[in-house]
């Protein structure tokens, strides 16, 4: 009997169907294909056609310089050019319907070849209506994409280029699934909580459909289990239930609630543990023996919100507690869909490393796939999951584009109950969002309405109801029917998010920035550092900006032709009166230099950003998102590392501004501040600030003792006054510590260079020759695959003469290319005799 369960299928090969002359028959039966010879290559699965092509050299990555515009559009091309065989084989002792976002099937029992190798041949066409790009490009480019339930982002946007195949292929596994006479059908998992969280109930249905020709009889088994230590698991329950399923026929089956007596909950980043449960659900058909088995993660967890009567934002609670959303936009980690594991679990750990707590899936990009669920599981990442409506490409773009959405109204909302299908039982889902600053057309709206109604336990008013809530398609979580509506931006569709560009990092904390309590989308800056522009460009795209001074004394940044397609963004907005931030070091002499600058403004722009919304949590805002985390290209803004997995600086202001417990500077008020995120009190905390001139004296020094700060709170305790002293130093350095008195223990340490009103850094450039003797220990542990590397760093100078100010890049040389290691802290600065 062959062995149960799901095999991956490989080893794909692929060719374009006009060089074919074979049928599908033919190449499953009498013309196998031999292997990668003319027209058959080594196919990209998961993979786009275009990836395939870029694998095999048929045409130019389009992701480097100008080489895209290279590649023939579909437009130009027609459908049959990106219209692909593929081709596989597989041991084991058609055509597939329409829908992008649906898993697909066929039984293919009564023809497989038990005991030898079985072919497969998959014909897979682009989307029917591809589009044409207009020559200025646009926000998906004339919309047209918007006609099929598709990707939207691959006729390119203002942070995008257009996807000359339209993400034709496959793009996800294709595997064989092995079963007895009974399958197991999608599994739905509730978690239901009582007297405080301390009484649970599991609650599960799942489908049981019998392919074979006579009744069933079954014996179904439900087991959840921990991990402890040492890759053992303990057993928490075990439940065995007989059914019955007539022949042919699938039943719906809900088992008996399992009750946990307070069990270890999952909480997001920076809140608590991601306690994870393995569920497994098997059954036996008598006379027959093990059918099927279907196992997952499971995380017990509650997720409320509300919008605020307080600040007018959507306010999030897990567990009880209130949430502060901190976190950002996600588009897809590769525009070619070339995804795996191994990219998506880094992918996350750098989110849950910047101390991110929420990303959001945007309309334009895809339906998550559970290998990204799995590790915002794992890491503790919320989700905002957003389905296939976007303002720009349905119903508000310019020109006005199409407002009915797809043509195939009945297989969008099959591919949306497929989607809540797949991903309903991961702790990490938060909420569902119709549409990305539109509404879904009025019948699509309420359909998803209708599928995503709440079940009673989980409305406002908490009222139970004898319907077992796993019955719901999903029922635990609130649908909002655009990302601009009902608590995010104004609440009522304006175009309200934003902005895109670079601001003055103290802006970000004034009154009049931002008037609304949730911001689901605000963007900045994004530039990598020297080495990936080598790596993505020819020499000619090295060439810095030209600065252009205006009339008004604000300077415009003309970037050379590369870095303009790849969509760089200045780091100047004159119409903003915003002064060029990288200007505010001194020229840069090269692209080393210019990068270097450009880490430093990346820093200070985020930190800044994330620190100025926590200033006013819970007091004006429930939460932000940054556009955008991340760019599935060798893009040019709004990231916070790029394509090629490297962190930018920004990526470490986030992780500074974003501890649970953090002090920080108010750029606006120059009062030091306290956040605490956690639900415990501090007590007995104390501040010492100091300022250091750059010839390392310390001109004020003072410490604020006897703190408190209440759980969920932000107190300004003292104001900074040094700029306001008479001998205050242009460039200066702030360093902040908070820490326990009783221990000593320092909970959140700042460090800030700050020049005074009307200045710049400019001073700072000559130090940057002179070097600091420095003493570093390091230890190095081994966990498998893994190194972590410890490093202690000291200041060794017995007679402070100078601070340190640095830039701190580890790297790695593998083979012949030197890459970031992923570090906890970049950005680094040591003071004199600190450790």
């Given at each position: 009997?062959?062995t149960?369960?799901?095999?991956?299928?490989?080893?794909?090969?692929?060719?374009?169907?006009?060089?074919?002359?074979?049928?599908?028959?033919?190449?499953?039966?009498?013309?196998?294909?031999?292997?990668?010879?003319?027209?058959?290559?080594?196919?990209?699965?998961?993979?786009?056609?275009?990836?395939?092509?870029?694998?095999?050299?048929?045409?130019?990555?389009?992701?480097?310089?100008?080489?895209?515009?290279?590649?023939?559009?579909?437009?130009?091309?027609?459908?049959?050019?990106?219209?692909?065989?593929?081709?596989?084989?597989?041991?084991?002792?058609?055509?597939?319907?329409?829908?992008?976002?649906?898993?697909?099937?066929?039984?293919?029992?009564?023809?497989?070849?038990?005991?030898?190798?079985?072919?497969?041949?998959?014909?897979?066409?682009p989307?029917?209506?591809?589009?044409?790009?207009?020559?200025?490009?646009?926000?998906?480019?004339?919309?047209?994409?918007?006609?099929?339930?598709?990707?939207?982002?691959?006729?390119?946007w203002?942070?995008?280029?257009?996807?000359?195949?339209?993400?034709?292929?496959?793009?996800?596994e294709?595997?064989?699934?092995?079963?007895?006479?009974?399958k197991?059908?999608?599994?739905?998992?509730?978690?239901?909580?009582?007297?405080?969280?301390?009484?649970?109930?599991?609650?599960?249905?799942?489908?049981?459909?019998?392919?074979?020709?006579?009744?069933a009889?079954?014996?179904?088994?439900?087991?959840?289990?921990?991990e402890?230590?040492?890759?053992?698991?303990?057993?928490e329950h075990?439940?065995?239930?007989?059914?019955?399923?007539?022949?042919?026929?699938?039943?719906q089956?809900?088992?008996p609630?399992?009750?946990?007596?307070?069990?270890?909950?999952?909480?997001p980043?920076?809140?608590?543990?991601?306690?994870?449960?393995?569920?497994?659900?098997?059954?036996?058909?008598?006379?027959?023996?093990?059918?099927?088995?279907?196992?997952d993660?499971?995380?017990?967890?509650?997720?409320?919100?509300?919008?605020?009567?307080?600040?007018?934002?959507?306010?999030?609670?897990v567990?009880?507690?209130?949430?502060?959303?901190?976190?950002?936009?996600?588009?897809?980690?590769d525009?070619?869909?070339?995804?795996?594991?191994?990219?998506?679990?880094?992918?996350?750990?750098?989110?849950?490393?910047?101390?991110?707590?929420?990303?959001?899936?945007?309309?334009?990009?895809?339906?998550?796939?559970?290998?990204?669920?799995?590790?915002?599981?794992?890491?503790?990442?919320?989700?905002?999951?957003?389905?296939?409506?976007?303002?720009?490409?349905?119903?508000?773009?310019?020109p006005?584009?199409n407002?009915?959405?797809?043509?195939?109204?009945?297989?969008?909302?099959?591919?949306?109950?497929?989607?809540?299908?797949?991903?309903?039982?991961?702790?990490?889902?938060?909420?569902?969002?119709?549409?990305?600053?539109?509404?879904p057309?009025?019948?699509?709206?309420?359909?998803?309405?209708?599928?995503?109604?709440?079940?009673p336990?989980?409305?406002?008013?908490?009222?139970?109801s004898?319907?077992?809530?796993?019955?719901?398609?999903?029922?635990?979580?609130?649908?909002?029917?655009?990302?601009?509506?009902?608590?995010?931006?104004?609440?009522?569709?304006?175009?309200?998010?934003?902005?895109?560009?670079?601001?003055?990092?103290?802006?970000?904390?004034?009154?009049?920035?931002?008037?609304?309590?949730?911001?689901?989308?605000?963007?900045?800056?994004?530039?990598?550092?020297?080495?990936?522009?080598?790596?993505?460009?020819?020499?000619?795209?090295?060439?810095?900006?030209?600065?252009?001074?205006?009339?008004?004394?604000y300077?415009?940044?003309?970037?050379?032709?590369?870095?303009?397609?790849?969509?760089?963004?200045?780091?100047?907005?004159?119409?903003?009166k915003?002064?060029?931030?990288?200007?505010?070091?001194?020229?840069?002499?090269?692209?080393?230099?210019?990068?270097?600058?450009?880490?430093?403004?990346?820093?200070?722009q985020?930190?800044a950003?994330?620190?100025g919304?926590?200033?006013?949590?819970?007091?004006?805002?429930?939460?932000?998102?940054?556009?955008?985390?991340?760019?599935?290209?060798?893009?040019?803004?709004?990231q916070?590392?790029?394509?090629?997995?490297d962190?930018?600086?920004?990526?470490?202001?986030?992780?500074?501004?974003?501890e649970?417990?953090?002090?920080?500077?108010?750029?606006?008020?120059?009062?030091?501040?306290?956040?605490?995120?956690?639900?415990n009190?501090?007590?007995?905390?104390?501040?010492?600030?100091s300022v250091?001139?750059?010839?390392?004296?310390?001109?004020?020094?003072?410490?604020?003792?006897?703190?408190?700060?209440?759980?969920?709170?932000?107190?300004?305790?003292?104001?900074?006054?040094?700029?306001?002293s008479?001998?205050?130093?242009?460039?200066?350095?702030?360093?902040?510590?908070?820490?326990?008195?009783?221990?000593?223990?320092?909970?959140?340490?700042?460090?800030?260079?700050?020049?005074?009103p009307?200045?710049?850094?400019?001073?700072?450039?000559?130090?940057?020759?002179?070097?600091?003797?420095?003493?570093?220990?390091?230890?190095i542990?081994?966990?498998?695959?893994?190194?972590?590397?410890e490093?202690?760093?000291?200041?060794t100078?017995?007679?402070?003469?100078?601070?340190?100010?640095?830039?701190?890049?580890?790297?790695?040389?593998?083979?012949?290319?030197?890459?970031?290691?992923t570090?906890?802290?970049?950005?680094?600065?040591?003071?004199?005799?600190?450790?």
């Amino acid at each position: 009997m062959a062995t149960l369960g799901k095999t991956t299928l490989d080893s794909w090969l692929a060719a374009r169907s006009t060089e074919v002359s074979e049928t599908g028959v033919q190449l499953t039966t009498t013309h196998r294909p031999l292997g990668p010879s003319f027209p058959w290559m080594e196919a990209v699965v998961p993979g786009t056609v275009l990836a395939t092509l870029v694998k095999n050299k048929v045409v130019p990555d389009p992701f480097y310089g100008l080489q895209n515009e290279a590649i023939i559009d579909i437009a130009d091309s027609g459908r049959e050019y990106y219209t692909f065989w593929y081709f596989t084989t597989f041991e084991c002792k058609l055509l597939l319907p329409k829908g992008m976002f649906r898993r697909h099937s066929l039984n293919v029992t009564d023809i497989i070849h038990s005991d030898g190798l079985n072919l497969l041949a998959v014909l897979v066409h682009p989307p029917d209506n591809p589009g044409k790009i207009p020559p200025q490009g646009g926000q998906g480019g004339d919309h047209e994409i918007g006609k099929d339930v598709a990707t939207q982002y691959v006729e390119g946007w203002d942070w995008m280029i257009p996807i000359r195949d339209r993400n034709t292929g496959i793009w996800d596994e294709v595997s064989i699934y092995v079963t007895g006479p009974v399958k197991i059908t999608d599994p739905h998992l509730v978690s239901t909580f009582f007297d405080n969280f301390t009484r649970v109930y599991l609650h599960t249905t799942a489908e049981f459909e019998n392919k074979s020709s006579w009744p069933a009889i079954c014996s179904l088994k439900l087991q959840v289990s921990i991990e402890l230590d040492g890759n053992i698991f303990l057993v928490e329950h075990l439940q065995t239930q007989t059914l019955q399923i007539p022949a042919g026929a699938t039943v719906q089956y809900t088992f008996p609630p399992l009750f946990f007596y307070k069990p270890n909950l999952w909480w997001p980043n920076g809140m608590g543990k991601q306690s994870l449960y393995n569920v497994e659900i098997a059954v036996d058909v008598k006379g027959y023996g093990e059918s099927d088995l279907w196992s997952d993660y499971f995380g017990f967890r509650k997720i409320e919100s509300h919008v605020d009567s307080v600040t007018g934002g959507r306010l999030f609670k897990v567990n009880g507690q209130p949430v502060f959303i901190r976190g950002g936009n996600w588009i897809l980690s590769d525009g070619l869909l070339r995804l795996s594991k191994e990219r998506y679990q880094t992918d996350i750990k750098f989110h849950a490393d910047m101390n991110f707590n929420m990303i959001r899936c945007w309309a334009g990009g895809i339906s998550e796939r559970p290998d990204f669920y799995h590790y915002c599981d794992v890491y503790g990442l919320l989700v905002w999951q957003e389905f296939w409506i976007t303002g720009d490409v349905d119903g508000r773009g310019d020109p006005v584009s199409n407002k009915n959405g797809p043509i195939d109204h009945e297989l969008f909302k099959l591919c949306a109950r497929d989607t809540i299908k797949l991903l309903r039982n991961h702790p990490s889902l938060a909420l569902w969002v119709g549409g990305n600053e539109v509404i879904p057309p009025k019948d699509l709206n309420e359909a998803l309405e209708n599928y995503l109604k709440l079940h009673p336990h989980f409305q406002s008013n908490g009222i139970g109801s004898s319907v077992d809530p796993s019955l719901y398609l999903d029922g635990t979580r609130v649908y909002i029917r655009g990302s601009l509506w009902d608590g995010f931006a104004d609440s009522n569709g304006g175009w309200t998010d934003g902005p895109y560009d670079i601001q003055n990092p103290e802006d970000f904390f004034k009154d009049d920035f931002y008037k609304y309590g949730f911001n689901p989308e605000v963007g900045s800056i994004g530039m990598p550092v020297a080495a990936t522009i080598r790596a993505t460009m020819p020499p000619e795209g090295w060439e810095l900006p030209l600065f252009k001074t205006g009339s008004d004394g604000y300077v415009e940044e003309v970037p050379n032709p590369i870095w303009t397609y790849h969509k760089y963004l200045p780091y100047s907005t004159p119409a903003k009166k915003v002064h060029d931030q990288i200007l505010l070091y001194g020229n840069p002499k090269d692209l080393d230099d210019f990068c270097d600058k450009a880490q430093l403004v990346n820093y200070i722009q985020y930190r800044a950003l994330l620190e100025g919304w926590t200033s006013r949590m819970w007091t004006k805002y429930t939460g932000v998102l940054i556009w955008k985390n991340m760019n599935p290209w060798t893009g040019l803004r709004g990231q916070f590392y790029d394509h090629l997995h490297d962190q930018n600086a920004g990526f470490y202001g986030c992780r500074s501004a974003l501890e649970p417990i953090h002090v920080q500077l108010n750029l606006s008020t120059y009062f030091i501040e306290v956040v605490n995120t956690t639900p415990n009190q501090l007590s007995d905390m104390a501040i010492e600030v100091s300022v250091w001139d750059l010839d390392g004296k310390c001109p004020y020094y003072k410490v604020t003792d006897k703190i408190s700060i209440p759980p969920k709170k932000v107190l300004p305790i003292v104001e900074m006054t040094y700029p306001k002293s008479k001998t205050a130093k242009p460039v200066y350095f702030l360093l902040l510590k908070l820490f326990n008195v009783s221990d000593k223990s320092i909970l959140s340490r700042n460090f800030y260079w700050l020049y005074l009103p009307g200045g710049n850094y400019k001073l700072l450039e000559p130090y940057r020759t002179k070097k600091v003797p420095l003493k570093i220990k390091t230890q190095i542990t081994i966990k498998g695959s893994t190194y972590d590397v410890e490093m202690l760093v000291e200041n060794t100078v017995k007679n402070p003469s100078k601070s340190l100010s640095c830039l701190n890049e580890i790297v790695y040389t593998h083979k012949e290319n030197d890459n970031d290691m992923t570090s906890e802290d970049s950005v680094e600065d040591v003071i004199s005799k600190e450790t």
